[in-house]
Structures are given as structure tokens and as C-alpha cells.
């Protein structure tokens, strides 16, 4: 089925360094939204995108919609241990339809 | 805290019984999208209950089925269950025409031994 490919699948940083990671895809999506899951719980919506070339912030966290429609990024700054999960991102085609999700990136924060 | 509760959080059962999750939406959301995470994976969408009816069902074969009730909640029945449906059962509400974002669950964490 269709799926979104997201990099990196993993990463270690040290505090207080800055994050990027990204989602693409072969298809056009009319909706991006990135996630948080930390163990055992279900995602945790950060930030949704809703227009090509929209830029949005929630605190440390920015994420752009592609001009394309076709990927998406999300950036976290000067990062702090609680930012340590997996962080997916998930698109919609179609009005009300269902999230094709990508693969994750884990996260890790060094103290 | 999204709103939405998930029952029960953990289950164990064995190949071929039948189990049935339970999901209450957020309150003002008339949509429940259920989705199936293996252990290290995205989540993958198994279908959607907008206002009682389905409206979308992905690959996933029949012994998946569902219903949505008059107050918007939902279950997801598994039949004849095998070992690869282990796996945590999300589910999501929203609400239709009001944007797309869809609010989790914590999960139902299914094992099939």
C-alpha cells in the first residue's frame, strides 16, 4: 500500500542540539501532520499542515508542507531529554480519509 | 489528554479466539479510524466509522470488522485471531468537516500466543 518515507529512522544527539527530519513521497497529500509516541502510549499530535508551503511553529517545533505536496519536514531546536520518542509523520489524501503513516524516527537525547 | 479512552489497555489471547476493542471518541467528534501498530512500525489504517457507517477500510482481511454506535463510539472485532495480530490497536476521532486532524487513543496492546 502507499507509504511515506521518512529519515532519518534514527538518531542520537546531545542536548540542546537542533533536529531535523523529513517525510517524502511518490504522491500528492492534501494534509501533513507529525506525531510523538513515547512507549506504550498512542501518537500525540504536534503540529498539522494543511497547505502547501505553510510554515507552522509550536514552540521548538516547525514544520513546513512541501510546495510539492509530496513531503514534509519537521524541525525541533535546542533539544531538551523529553523530546526522546519516535516521531512520525502521516499524510491524508482525501478529505476525511484515513493517515497513511511513515516509518518513525526514534529519537535519543543525551544529557 | 486527547479524550479518547481505549478498552482494554492490555489483552492476551490464543490462535483462533475472538477479541473486541473498545474505543470513546473525543467529545464533538463523529468519526473513529482504527488502526493496527507491529512492534516497530508505522500505524497502518484498518477502516473508519463516520456517523454509523463505514467509510473507507484498508487492506486487511474480513475477519476485521466494526460497527459505531448512535453515540459515536466504537469496537473493533477480530475473528479467528493469528499470531501476527499482535500488535497495538489505535483509534482515532475527529471530527468531519472540521479539519482533518485525528486525536489517538492509548492503545489496546493485543498478544496472540
Known amino acids: 500500500g502507499q507509504q511515506l518515507n521518512q529519515s532519518p529512522q534514527s538518531m542520537f544527539i546531545q542536548e540542546g542540539e537542533d533536529v531535523s527530519m523529513n517525510c517524502t513521497s511518490s504522491s500528492i497529500f492534501n494534509t501533513w501532520l507529525w506525531y510523538k509516541q513515547d512507549p506504550g502510549e498512542g501518537p500525540v499530535l504536534l503540529i498539522a499542515l494543511y497547505k502547501a508551503g505553510e510554515l507552522t511553529s509550536n514552540g521548538r517545533l516547525t514544520a513546513q508542507f512541501g510546495i510539492t505536496r509530496k513531503d514534509s519536514f519537521l524541525n525541533i531546536s535546542a533539544s531538551i531529554p523529553s523530546d526522546v520518542g519516535i516521531y512520525f509523520c502521516a499524510g491524508i489524501q482525501t478529505s476525511g480519509s484515513r493517515l497513511t503513516f511513515g516509518e518513525g524516527t526514534q529519537l535519543t537525547v543525551n544529557p | 489528554e486527547t479524550g479518547v479512552t481505549q478498552s482494554p489497555t492490555h489483552l492476551i489471547k490464543t490462535r483462533g479466539q475472538q477479541v473486541t476493542l473498545r474505543c470513546s471518541s473525543q467529545?464533538?467528534?463523529?468519526?473513529v479510524s482504527w488502526y493496527q501498530q507491529a512492534l516497530g512500525q508505522g500505524p497502518q489504517f484498518i477502516f473508519q466509522?463516520?456517523?454509523?457507517?463505514?467509510?473507507g477500510r484498508g487492506n486487511f482481511p474480513p475477519r476485521f470488522s466494526g460497527l459505531q454506535f448512535p453515540n459515536y463510539s466504537s469496537e473493533l472485532n477480530v475473528n479467528a485471531l493469528e499470531l501476527d495480530d499482535s500488535a497495538l490497536y489505535l483509534c482515532?476521532?475527529?471530527?468531519?468537516?472540521?479539519?482533518?486532524?485525528?486525536?489517538f487513543g492509548p492503545g489496546t496492546r493485543l498478544l496472540v500466543l
Open positions: 466509522y463516520y456517523r454509523e457507517e463505514k467509510n
Open positions: 467529545s464533538g467528534h463523529n468519526t
Open positions: 482515532a476521532s475527529s471530527r468531519q468537516g472540521a479539519g482533518e486532524t485525528q486525536y
